[in-house]
């Protein structure tokens, strides 16, 4: 018995089909769960982002089933199709081109509908790039803040970064090759010269890259060997990272340039997104250290 026919047995034979969200290698095939495989092979039909892409995942683990396109482009018109028949007692996978469907991926319109009306989601979890990125970047996990592609437009990308300045979680960015340098310039800009990053490339893949430090040395790394493939950017609170913290920061400072303790306090508060009163008491343990 498949795991929807068990379902509708619990239901009280209700055939009503259940809605599978399947998560998807992002790189290496064999990043696949064995339910995920064993789900594909026993829905009736798969809804893929890009199909031709997916007959390639079905022909290396044998699955044989009717794939209809689901995207950005026609999520619409598909939908009301996909819950009639899924009303009419058919199960269906959604999955996308890569990862976990619906993280800056489409799907989120269809599950809504499937709720609304009653019928079963299930996740079937797996590989999201984030989550793969975040797990080898050796940063604070604790509490993150996903914030999908940055926009695109010069003065949106700065506007945002500058509101998340001071956001304590680690932020975590998707990126394209072709955008990064105009990223890592902005960073630089905003966020500070000296401010630690990690830009997690190609995951899972033949050439996988961590590069950790701080985004003027990410400027540069990317310069001499722009990037390709497929980027998550990671970007911990300032106080974080081997680069230099806000101690040294604060004493590089005062003891460097002429500005006053109030004033070298309001800057390195504002770089590190701290509250002042944190960094006025570090630079008075500061003096009495001196
Ligand atoms: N649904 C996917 C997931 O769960 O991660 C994300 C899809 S989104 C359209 C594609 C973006 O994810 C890429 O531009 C890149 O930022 C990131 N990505 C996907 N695969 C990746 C990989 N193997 N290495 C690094 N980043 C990846």
């Not at 209700?14 to 064999?30: C, D, K, Q, R, S």
């Not at 989120?108 to 709720?115: D, G, N, P, R, T």
């Not at 997104?273 to 001196?290: A, H, I, K, N, Q």
Request: net charge negative; proline share 5%.
């Amino acid at each position: 018995m498949t795991e929807a026919q068990e379902r509708v047995e619990e239901q009280g034979g209700t055939p009503v089909g259940t809605l599978y969200v399947v998560a998807t290698p992002i790189g290496n095939l064999e990043d696949i769960t064995y339910r995920a495989v064993r789900i594909l092979g026993e829905v009736d039909l798969v809804a893929a982002e890009d199909t031709r892409h997916s007959r390639k995942l079905f022909a290396h683990f044998g699955i044989k089933k009717p794939l209809v396109s689901y995207h950005d482009h026609n999520e619409q018109q598909r939908q009301a199709g996909l819950v009639e028949r899924l009303q009419a007692g058919e199960n269906i996978a959604l999955i996308s081109d890569a990862g976990t469907p619906c993280i800056a991926d489409p799907g989120y319109c269809l599950i809504a509908s499937c709720h609304a009306v009653g019928i079963t989601v299930v996740p079937i979890p797996g590989p999201s790039a984030l989550i793969t990125a975040l797990s080898a970047a050796g940063v604070s996990t604790e509490r993150f803040a996903f914030e999908g592609y940055l926009p695109q437009k010069a003065k949106a990308r700065a506007d945002l970064l500058r509101k998340l300045n001071g956001e304590q979680r680690t932020l975590v960015f998707y990126e394209t090759p072709h955008r990064l340098a105009a990223t890592l310039a902005a960073l630089v800009e905003i966020l500070g010269a000296e401010r630690f990053m990690v830009v997690a490339r190609e995951l899972t893949k033949l050439y996988e890259e961590f590069f950790r430090g701080t985004t003027a040395a990410a400027v540069v790394r990317f310069a001499q060997d722009p990037a390709r493939g497929e980027l998550v950017l990671i970007i911990p609170p300032g106080t974080q990272g081997p680069q230099m913290n806000v101690r040294d920061a604060l004493r590089k400072l005062l003891n460097e340039s002429d500005l006053s303790r109030r004033e070298a306090v309001k800057l390195i508060a504002k770089e590190y997104g701290l509250p002042s009163s944190d960094v006025y008491r570090e630079s008075l343990s500061l003096t009495e250290e001196e």
